[in-house]
C-alpha cells in the first residue's frame, strides 16, 4: 500500500500489464544493486538484500539476474552506482506526496520529476513539505488465505507487530522499522506466505478528496510512478468511487 486502496489497485492493476514488467524489474535490480552495496553480498547478513531478492524471486526474476544485480553494488562487476533519494511535494486539493528513488544523476532526476509535479498542477517542495504527515514503518503483506486472523495475530502482534489490517487479499502487518526483520521471519517460520517485507512511510491520517481534485492527484501519482527513477510513490489522500 502507497496511502489508500484505489492507488493500490491502480498499481495493481499496472503491475498485470506485461509492458510494466521491464520496469518492475529495473525497479528490483536497483534495490538489490544498492541493498548489496550498503550492506554486502551476502543476504545472511543482510536484511534489507534478503528482502530484495525474495521480492525479485516472486517477480520470477532470474537467478543469473539477481546475481549480476548484487555483483554490480558490490563492485564485483561494473556498473552504475545508484544512490537513494527522496523528493517531497503537494498536489490538487492539499494532498501531500513523498516520492523514493534511486538514480544514477540526482540532479536530472530532480529536474524531470519537478516538470512531472508542475504537469500535474502539483509542486515538488522542500524537505519538510510532506515528511511530517507520513510515518516511516515496516510494512509486510501476507497472503491472506495462508493464516487466519488469530493466527495472525498470534504470531505477528506475539512477536512485536504495531497493528495488522484486512486488505482483502492479503493482511496488512505493521511493524517498527527495527522489528520487520524479526516479525518477517516468525511469520515465515509459521508457515505463512510473506508476499513482501519492506519498509515503508504510510499516511498518519487519509484526507477525502472528489471530483476533479481527485482525478488529477491519482493522474499525478501513475505519472510519478511510471518515471525511470522512482521506486515508489506515497500519498496521503483516498479517492471515492463517485
Not at 540526482?106 to 512531472?116: F, G, I, P, T
Not at 504495531?162 to 502487518?173: A, F, H, M
Not at 517460520?189 to 499516511?203: C, D, E, G, T, Y
Amino acid at each position: 500500500m502507497s496511502g489508500h486502496s484505489k492507488w493500490a489497485t491502480i498499481k495493481h492493476k499496472k503491475g498485470a500489464v506485461d509492458a510494466k514488467r521491464g520496469k518492475m524489474f529495473t525497479k528490483l535490480i536497483k534495490e538489490l544493486t544498492v541493498a548489496a552495496r550498503l550492506g554486502g553480498g551476502d543476504p545472511g547478513g543482510n536484511p534489507r538484500l534478503r528482502r530484495a531478492i525474495a521480492d525479485a524471486k516472486g517477480q520470477q526474476m532470474p537467478q543469473d539476474t539477481i546475481q549480476r544485480a548484487i555483483k554490480r553494488g558490490t563492485g564485483e562487476i561494473e556498473g552504475a552506482a545508484y544512490e537513494e533519494v527522496l523528493y517531497e511535494g503537494t498536489g490538487p486539493g492539499g494532498t501531500l506526496f513523498l516520492v523514493e528513488g534511486m538514480t544514477d544523476n540526482r540532479n536530472r532526476s530532480a529536474a524531470e520529476l519537478r516538470k512531472v509535479f508542475e504537469r500535474n498542477n502539483g509542486v515538488m517542495g522542500q524537505s519538510g513539505t510532506a515528511g511530517w504527515a507520513f510515518d516511516r514503518k515496516g510494512v509486510i503483506q501476507v497472503e491472506r488465505a495462508s493464516a487466519t486472523e488469530d493466527q495472525l495475530m498470534d504470531v505477528a502482534v506475539g512477536n512485536g507487530a504495531d497493528d495488522y489490517s484486512d486488505l482483502g487479499e492479503t493482511w496488512q502487518v505493521t511493524t517498527a522499522v527495527e522489528s520487520l526483520g524479526s516479525v518477517t521471519e516468525a511469520l515465515e517460520n509459521a508457515r505463512m506466505v510473506v508476499k513482501s517485507s519492506a519498509i515503508q512511510f504510510l499516511p498518519k491520517t487519509l484526507k477525502q478528496v472528489s471530483g476533479r481534485d481527485g482525478e488529477v492527484a491519482l493522474q499525478l501519482a501513475e505519472a510519478l510512478d511510471d518515471h525511470d527513477d522512482v521506486q515508489n510513490v506515497y500519498i496521503d489522500f483516498d479517492v471515492s468511487d463517485a
